[in-house]
């Protein structure tokens, strides 16, 4: 499926920040290549700024990859029980208490890009098994109703829009 063809009906206004942020682009195909695209351009960090904050009390960019991980697991999770017709509501969750409970600054970047890689392939496999029914089932979560190929354009955008912040406030 293309991002195009995503009818708005199946995200929120919140997720529509994150996924109309690209374009153009095929979930399956997409979210191959913004793993390899998000590592290419981590790797190319100089490594003084991975520990570097923009402002007091703001993330370091390790936590902010840690935060992508946390997300897209959360993410994901969400995929699969909708997928499997689970109707019951899924909670929000709370990103600065997730990242204030995590131990990324003492893990080195390797550590962080090796664990991103194995969550998105596992969720890439995830997404390659569901049926075309399964990807257009409509669940709720964070108290809004959203789709099971929303959410993997979610996580396309999600990684997308963190990227774009390493960009213009931390490089």
Known sequence: MNSNQLPENEYSAFNATYIKAIENVE?????EISLHDFIRFVREIPMDKFDYRYAEGKWTIKDIIQHIIDAERIF???????SRNDQTPLPGFEENDYVENTNANGRSIQELLTEFSAVRHSNLLLFKS?????LTRMGIASNHPISVRAIGFLII???KHH???FQ????
């Open 168 to 171: 213009e406030r931390y490089l």
């Open 27 to 31: 979930l399956l195909e997409e979210l």
């Open 130 to 134: 569901f049926s075309e029914e399964q």
């Open 163 to 165: 990227q774009r912040v």
């Open 157 to 159: 955008g999600h990684l």
């Open 76 to 82: 994901a999770y969400r995929a699969l029980r909708i």
